[in-house]
């Protein structure tokens, strides 16, 4: 791959013009990390994942974009992941360039990346640029997220982007990923500068060559961030992840979510309940002193 002409092609799609040298530096680090022995169509698609789930920043996150830990903590207070571990008091929420959540999760990656409990212990190490690439290839090409992984969608047989999307985060948001896996696959395989450019798009071996600082750091809606290993990765130590353990997490979340819609509900049971008490001791009190104007 010529990454001149690579960049050329993905400053103009799927980053509408221009590219920070923040995202430079980040696409670099994970084609310096890639195996490229690999199916090409592998990279495509963990770029255009990376893409949707760091809000083009390329670079590890933390969930919601927040700025720090404390910000982390506070703005995902709600969630159990981002509870403080009471072996650790460190919070698993969302970090990476897919986001991994939940201490077993962090345990169990650690684990099969030959680090033994170090990122458990340490969670803010999987916003380690090198790491988290690490971290992202282990989990999209072994199948270590959802127990899908890339060979299940692109091999001799199959080219599926839309479908691949399951070996992240279901189907969630599938076609947009897919639209930037077609932009990332052309500019690695195009050997040919991207028509009309003049010198100037040509990235400078300063660009190219030399890291930059984090991609300035915003806060967006928790609503639009993606908690993906909160549902999806479920840990079988240095294996993997399995089909129950998965459920398993997802069925907790959703029994939480049950309870306290159950909790909701029983007092608006008793709110009702007290309603119709009410009502009928106002009728009674009122037939009384309708009884008591007939006595007179």
């Given amino acids: ?54 809000a083009a920043r390329m670079q590890p996150v933390r969930e ?47 684990e099969a990346l030959g680090l033994g409990d170090e990122l458990y212990r340490n969670p803010d190490r999987a916003l380690e640029p090198l790491l ?14 959802t127990g899908k992984k890339l060979a299940d969608y692109f091999n001799g047989r199959k080219d599926d982007p839309i479908g691949a999307r399951r070996i992240v985060n279901g189907t969630d948001r599938a076609a947009l990923i897919a639209s930037y896996y077609h ?5 690695i395989s195009a050997d040919e500068p991207v028509a009309g450019t003049v010198g100037s798009n040509v990235l400078s071996e300063n660009e190219r060559t ?26 079988t130590g240095t294996a993997g992840a399995t089909a129950t ?14 309870g306290q819609l159950a909790m909701y509900l029983d007092i608006a049971k008793w709110l009702f309940v007290l309603l119709i008490v009410a009502g009928i001791g106002w009728t009674v009190w009122c037939r009384v002193q309708d009884n008591k104007k007939g006595i007179r």
């Fill in 1 to 54: 791959m010529n990454r001149d002409i690579f960049f050329q092609h993905i400053r103009r799609d799927p980053f509408s013009g221009s590219m920070t040298p923040s995202q430079v530096a980040g696409i670099n680090a994970l084609l310096d990390a890639w195996n490229e022995a690999l199916d090409v169509r592998w990279l495509a698609y963990v770029l255009a994942t990376v893409f949707h789930e760091t």
């Fill in 64 to 110: 919601g974009l927040a700025k720090n830990d404390a910000q982390a903590r506070r703005i995902l207070s709600k969630y159990p992941y981002a509870a403080p571990d009471p072996a650790t008091g460190q919070a698993y929420y969302g970090r990476g360039h897919v986001q991994l959540t939940w201490a077993k999760n962090y345990k169990a990656l650690g």
């Fill in 132 to 145: 988290s690439a690490r971290i992202l290839f282990a989990g999209m090409t072994n199948g270590l997220y």
């Fill in 183 to 187: 932009a990332f696959h052309s500019a």
């Fill in 210 to 235: 030399t890291p930059a600082p984090r991609y300035p750091e915003e806060v967006k809606p928790l609503t639009q961030s993606r908690t993906i290993q909160a549902q999806t990765v479920a840990a």
């Fill in 245 to 258: 353990e998965m459920v398993g997490d997802t069925l907790t979340q959703a029994q939480d979510a049950a």
